[in-house]
Nanobody, 120 residues
């Protein structure tokens, strides 16, 4: 059974930093696109950052220049370094990945979410 497990959320002050990590576990052939999404209370889930297997990256405008997404293909992990945090970054952050497995072929998987709160 494939799982995505996130870690690294918590409380940060405005202007501070947090680093989120997401690890895929299970019997995995390969992983294509990986991404971070977030969902603030009362709002729809939105894409924050996206990275292809080859390393092509896209960010939503509100985080460009402050957040950095990276991945380690050998370890099946994706990370999100968040700097210069703002209160509006407060949300539950989810990782998503397109994973190829023996049992199910290519499928989309989501992590359970990790809370990020930016407040003084």
């Amino acid at each position: 059974q494939v799982q995505l497990v996130e870690s690294g959320g918590g409380l940060a002050q405005p202007g501070g930093s947090l680093r989120l990590s997401c690890a895929a576990s299970g019997i995995i052939f390969s992983i294509n696109d990986m991404a971070w999404y977030r969902q603030a209370p009362g709002k729809q889930r939105e894409l924050v950052a996206h990275i292809t297997r080859g390393g092509t990256i896209n960010y939503t405008n509100s985080v460009r220049g402050r957040f950095t997404i990276s991945r380690d293909n050998a370890k099946n992990t994706v990370s999100l370094q968040m700097n210069s945090l703002k209160p509006e970054d407060t949300a539950v952050y989810y990782c998503r990945a397109e994973i190829n497995t023996v049992s199910f072929g290519w499928r989309e998987y989501w992590g359970q979410g990790t809370q990020v709160t930016v407040s003084s």
